[in-house]
């Protein structure tokens, strides 16, 4: 079946890194993807990673697949103000065209 | 800058009312995307459609219809709206490929709120 979860809220203080996990059900997923949706907004993609790879770092955000679990997440490093937002976790598999979306984790930033 | 537009960013209908959300895109995208986003449920698919006058029902297609008579836009149609619709509508786009590689692109949402 097809199925993304991932924890509701998380909170981090100012300068800390944030990790945010998701797992999924689908072994034959193809990419995964992590997108932001900042208040008011539209979601934007921040990152995806192929299903064949361990591993993304781009700046201060590294992802980290580990397939055998069916576990994503993403780190993001000295989270700022900015960084407050929804965060979704998405898979999609080669064999459609549609985008499975997780119920999103709202990251709150603490002074 | 690529663009996928909603044409209204809030709206207040009345129970029964027939309501059109619509949806442009600027990026020559084949597939085109409606999801609706609550609290705690994430976004749940309504329709899409993968092609000038096809569409496809998703998870949610329930009360809602949708049209697709240009490539560029996407519209969709509560036939008599209902409170339990009250909710944030997304549109996205993508290409026509095999899988979403970069995935999708999303508009900024419309805020519905039923009366």
């Known amino acids: 079946g097809e199925d993304v979860e991932q924890s509701l809220f998380l909170s981090v203080r100012e300068g800390d890194s944030s990790v945010i996990n998701c797992t999924y059900t689908?072994?034959?997923?193809?990419?995964l993807y992590w997108y932001k949706q900042e208040p008011g907004a539209g979601l934007q993609l921040l990152t995806y990673?192929?299903?064949?790879?361990d591993m993304k770092q781009d700046q201060r955000l590294t992802v980290l697949l580990n397939k055998k679990d069916k576990h994503l997440s993403l780190r993001i490093a000295d989270t700022q103000t900015g960084d407050s937002a929804i965060y979704f976790c998405?898979?999609?598999?080669?064999?459609?065209?549609?985008?499975?979306f997780g119920s999103g984790t709202r990251l709150s930033i603490r002074p | 800058d690529v663009k996928v537009t909603q044409s209204s960013r809030y709206l207040v209908k009345r129970t029964g009312e027939k309501v059109f959300l619509e949806c442009v895109q600027d990026?020559?995208?084949?597939?085109m995307f409606w999801y609706r986003q609550d609290p705690g449920l994430g976004l749940r698919l309504i329709y899409f459609?993968?092609?000038?006058?096809?569409?496809e029902k998703g998870d949610i297609p329930e009360g809602y219809s949708v049209s697709r008579e240009k490539k560029e836009r996407f519209s969709l149609i509560l036939e008599s709206a209902s409170t339990n619709q009250t909710s944030m509508y997304l549109c996205?786009?993508?290409?026509?490929?095999?899988?979403?590689?970069?995935?999708?692109?999303f508009g900024s949402g419309t805020r519905l709120t039923v009366v």
């Open positions: 996205a786009s993508s290409p026509g490929t095999a899988f979403p590689l970069y995935g999708y692109t």
């Open positions: 689908d072994s034959s997923s193809t990419y």
């Open positions: 990673i192929f299903s064949n790879m």
């Open positions: 998405a898979e999609s598999r080669s064999s459609a065209s549609k985008i499975i």
């Open positions: 990026m020559d995208h084949e597939n």
């Open positions: 459609s993968y092609d000038v006058k096809m569409k």
